[in-house]
């Protein structure tokens, strides 16, 4: 009821594209941040990239010019289009949504979705 689902993991050769989807459950009224982290097995999750309601962005400096996060407000769905990428790209990828409003006015601070697959060969 309170989720978010992620779609579009999958493998890709060296330098192709994907682009990765996530989107709120309908009992989510807006959420203030929402991006994408990715972990590989035995290391620490990381940020990838971020949007605000504000239009503040962060990337990850691995990431910057290869791939673009954009989000749909109206929607509350957010993309991450993955360009050029590298064997290092590989990993789970996982949706994440800060200062979340339900149309319930309940508020939640931090929701992740349960991660779509990042598979990079070369």
């Known amino acids: 009821q309170v989720q978010l689902v992620e779609s579009g993991g999958g493998l890709v050769q060296a330098g192709g594209s994907l682009k990765l989807s996530c989107a709120a459950s309908d009992l989510i009224l807006k959420a203030n941040t929402m991006g994408w982290y990715r972990q590989t097995p035995g290391n620490q999750r990381e940020l990838v990239a971020t949007?605000?309601?504000?239009?503040?962005?962060n990337y990850a400096e691995s990431v910057k010019g290869r791939f673009t996060i954009s989000r749909d407000f109206a929607k509350n769905t957010v993309s991450l289009q993955m360009n050029g990428l590298k064997p290092e790209d590989t990993a789970a990828y996982y949706c994440?949504?800060?200062?979340?409003?339900?149309?319930?006015?309940?508020?939640?601070?931090?929701?992740w979705g349960q991660g779509t697959q990042v598979t990079v060969s070369s």
């Open positions: 949007l605000s309601s504000d239009h503040t962005m």
């Open positions: 994440r949504a800060d200062q979340i409003v339900l149309l319930t006015s309940e508020q939640i601070g931090t929701l």
